[in-house]
């Protein structure tokens, strides 16, 4: 069997087993039964007094995009798929959500960003963290700050024998660091010319902000997505006039905006351009951004942690994500993606996208069942009979292979977040969280996610023919991804609506803006390139003193230390490396007008023979070292900018890591 055959995208969609040999959704005999207590794998306890699937009234001034209820047609359709499907399912395990205790969700958070060592054993030297706080932006503190103090009351009121830091000694070091006067690639590395007025003035009262604040004079487009600054520190500075906006913004669900990111010369970055290290300290990051942001509009933003239960280690349906990527690499090296969701993905594509009601028309009970008895018989031996799967059967196995993953999706730990959006006041912040969320997600779960939503685009292209514009697609898809927090065991009817036509918008926003939701905001790579330049200074001082001790001559470690970062290269000139290409090495002058794109084609322009055959996107230019690990650039980066940004890096001409999807 071919694994890969031609299969370029992914997908997402949902199963119908019922015992009955019809389609599911279709007219049936309900009789006495009782609502079901269970949708798909996640799902949570249901009042059998309350059906799910009969819609609620609507109440225009509770749903926050006042979705009528006919538009609403394909998610309640799709639900009651789901039901239908989900009775006659053998029962398996549940993720069970743990309440956790005073201090202890306060404390996980703390780890997640990367700050434990503020309490516990190692709080006593708490000075690996004065770095990481020294970067932060004022509302980015602030969200620090909180959960510090909540885990330092907690440990007091347990009696912990170790040493509990005053939060306030804490936050006094970091001031202090922030005193320092930092040189001028790091205050370019966060200051935007829109707000180098206002940092001078904050220099001149002796408060030095490294990250500004955008001033109120100089609003940006409202279709411009600002990535230079904090998103939480834009929150709070056009709190006002976003609340006049609100209304405006949340008129037209069926019509959302055209956001762009305006062109940043240093180029931009998305997820999968950073080395690992760095793309840790984004995610950090990340957190903290958005409980920042959260809190400043004034919305809870509560992680949950999903109880270990056992789960299958083997086989296609109800395998986490992780293991399933673990077996399915043994047969393809470096898959990203389950081999199964790709497959079923071009099943459904060799169709034709055109198939009028593609994902929202179910395939026939019984043959969803056995399909999946004789996938997980067969996929992996290549025995398996892709012919006899129909179009809609495949639809319905993808949907039913994410139902039925053990954790959702969209993360147990982030699914009430990813739910939250729907509260916050505009579509721009909307947008903001789930680019912060995206970043979060483990990278198995946010690779699927990219597939699906690639996958979902192209059916949506094919509007015109298969009637499934982006709102049909958001309605039916919906269900599948955010129905475990849906069916809530004390929501109300009301709520239940309000939460469809949310999450139905919040689906509809990761279609449409998917290509800037991969993007990493500027002001975070730059946070970054601070922390790196600070621990980089950190360390010499170490390296130096270390030298000195051992008796070596200070003056020559430092000279060579100083020749190693001139180099041979003369000032507004860099040397690009490229030793897979038969041009190793080329001095590039800087210009005004220079970018990546320029320097890759010298380099290719020169090639012949096997070498010739090189495309522009099979590799790419890097920025590695100085203030950053590693950073694949953009075509469209302007070189002299980035040079400026980080003198000290070097250039190399590489290809990617093999990454098959």
């Known amino acids: 069997m071919s694994w890969l055959s031609s299969s370029q995208g992914v997908v997402l969609t949902a199963y119908h087993p019922s015992g009955k040999d019809r389609t599911v959704g279709g007219d049936h005999a309900r009789g006495g039964e009782e609502a079901t207590s269970r949708y798909g794998h996640y799902t949570m306890n249901q009042d059998s007094t309350t059906r799910v699937t009969e819609r609620p ?35 398996q395990e549940v993720v069970v959500v743990k309440e956790p205790d005073e201090g202890e969700l306060e404390e996980e958070w703390l780890k997640e960003a990367g700050l434990s060592n503020l ?19 004022r509302t980015q503190a602030a969200a620090v700050q909180k959960r510090v103090e909540t885990v330092s009351q907690t440990l007091r009121k347990k009696n912990k024998q170790y040493h509990i830091p005053d939060v306030r000694d804490i936050f ?16 370019q590395a966060v200051r935007t010319n829109e707000n180098k007025s206002q940092g001078k003035d904050a220099q001149a009262s002796g408060d030095k902000e490294l990250i500004p604040l955008v ?34 913004s949340h008129s037209n669900h069926a019509s959302l905006p055209t ?22 300290k984004v995610s950090q990051l990340a957190l903290i951004e958005l409980t920042a942001l959260y809190e400043v509009l004034g919305v809870e933003l509560k992680q949950q942690k999903a109880v270990k239960i056992k789960t299958k280690d083997s086989g296609l349906f109800g395998i986490p994500l992780t293991i399933l990527l673990e077996q399915d690499q043994r047969k393809v090296p470096g898959t990203r993606i389950p081999l199964i969701f790709q497959k079923l993905i071009f099943r459904i594509e060799e169709g034709g996208l ?29 025995t ?87 709102m049909n697609v958001a309605m039916v898809m919906a269900p599948n991804l955010f129905m475990c927090h849906a069916l809530d065991l004390k929501s109300s009817e009301q709520r239940e609506f309000v939460m469809a036509a949310g999450t139905a918008n919040i689906m509809h926003l990761l279609i449409k803006y998917q290509k800037l939701l991969w993007t990493i905001p500027k002001f975070i790579v730059n946070q970054v390139r601070k922390q790196n330049t600070e621990n980089h200074k950190k360390d010499k001082k170490a390296m130096k003193k270390l030298l000195k001790k051992m008796a070596y001559d200070r003056e020559k470690y430092e000279k060579q230390d100083k020749s190693a970062n001139d180099a041979d290269v003369p000032q507004g000139v860099i040397r690009v490396q490229a030793p897979h290409l038969s041009k190793v090495s080329m001095a590039i002058q800087l210009t005004e007008e220079l970018k990546a794109s320029d320097v890759l084609a010298r380099f290719l322009s020169q090639e012949s023979g096997v070498a010739q055959t090189l495309k522009k996107g099979e590799v790419f230019l890097y920025e590695i070292g100085g203030n950053i690990g590693e950073r694949c650039l953009d075509e469209d980066t302007y070189m002299k900018d980035l040079y400026q940004l980080n003198p000290n890096a070097e250039w190399v001409i590489k290809s990617k890591p093999l990454q098959n999807t």
């Open 57 to 91: 009234p609507l109440d225009r001034s509770s749903s926050q995009d006042s979705l009528d209820e006919l538009s609403m047609e394909d998610y309640w359709t799709e639900l009651e798929n789901i039901k239908s499907s989900s009775e006659n399912r053998q029962d």
């Open 119 to 137: 309490f516990g054993e190692s709080a006593d030297d708490p000075q690996e963290s004065m770095v990481f706080l020294s970067t932060l932006t």
């Open 172 to 187: 006094a070091q970091q001031r202090e660091s922030k005193e320092k006067a930092p040189d001028g690639t790091e205050l």
């Open 215 to 248: 001033p109120e004079d100089s609003p940006a487009s409202e279709t411009d997505i600002n990535l230079e600054v904090s998103f939480a520190e834009q929150a709070v500075n056009h709190k006002d006039s976003f609340k006049d906006k609100t209304q405006k």
């Open 259 to 280: 956001f762009r990111l305006p062109k940043d010369k240093t180029g931009t970055t998305r997820i999968g351009d950073l080395a690992p290290q760095d793309m840790k």
């Open 354 to 382: 055109e198939t009028e009601g593609l994902l929202r028309i179910p395939g026939a009970a019984i043959r969803i069942k056995n399909l999946c008895q004789e996938l997980e018989a067969k996929f992996y031996e290549g």
């Open 384 to 470: 398996f009979n892709w012919e006899s799967v129909k179009q809609h059967d495949a639809a319905s196995l993808l949907k039913l292979f994410i139902r039925e993953l053990p954790q959702p999706l969209l993360s147990v730990e982030y699914l009430k977040a990813f739910q939250a959006v729907q509260n916050l006041p505009t579509k721009k912040q909307q947008l903001q969280a789930l680019n912060l969320l995206v970043i979060l997600l483990p990278d198995a779960n946010r690779d699927t996610l990219k597939a699906l939503l690639e996958f979902l685009q192209r059916v949506i292209d094919n509007k015109e023919k298969n009637k499934m514009t982006a």
